[in-house]
Nanobody
Framework: QVYVRESGGGSVQSGGSLRLTCTVS????????LAWFRRQTPAQEREGVGCIDSDGRVSGPDSLKARFTVSRDIAQNQLFLDMERLIPEDSSTYTC????????????????????WGQGTQVTVSP
């Protein structure tokens, strides 16, 4: 059974840091991608934050790479998102997702490539 569960959200002041954790089972997908997405309201499209594949290769948007780091602990079945120098515009619901790895690797910008999603965790950054 696949499970995807986020934790670690909360409120932080601008300039602060936060680590999000996703506990996820990947047994069904030996060759997989794990990704973080975010969106401020359910009506918005999901914005890709970054992804990591089963070989540990990380990719993500250039606009966030200086502040956001995606990593994983395979033994603990955990995916992490370390966020630094947070700004109010980072306030969103952050969601973890799991899917098979495509021929071109992991697509951090393509939520439709991911089959299993967590419920999301809220991050609020105050000025």
């Amino acid at each position: 059974q696949v499970y995807v569960r986020e934790s670690g959200g909360g409120s932080v002041q601008s300039g602060g840091s936060l680590r999000l954790t996703c506990t996820v089972s990947v047994d069904r997908y030996p060759d997989h991608c794990l990704a973080w997405f975010r969106r401020q309201t359910p009506a918005q499209e999901r914005e890709g934050v970054g992804c990591i594949d089963s070989d540990g290769r990380v990719s993500g948007p250039d606009s966030l790479k200086a502040r956001f780091t995606v990593s994983r602990d395979i033994a603990q079945n955990q995916l992490f998102l370390d966020m630094e120098r947070l700004i109010p515009e980072d306030s969103s619901t952050y969601t973890c997702a799991l899917g098979p790895r495509g021929p071109g690797g992991c697509y951090w910008y393509a939520p439709w490539e991911y089959y299993h999603w967590g419920q999301g965790t809220q991050v609020t950054v105050s000025p």
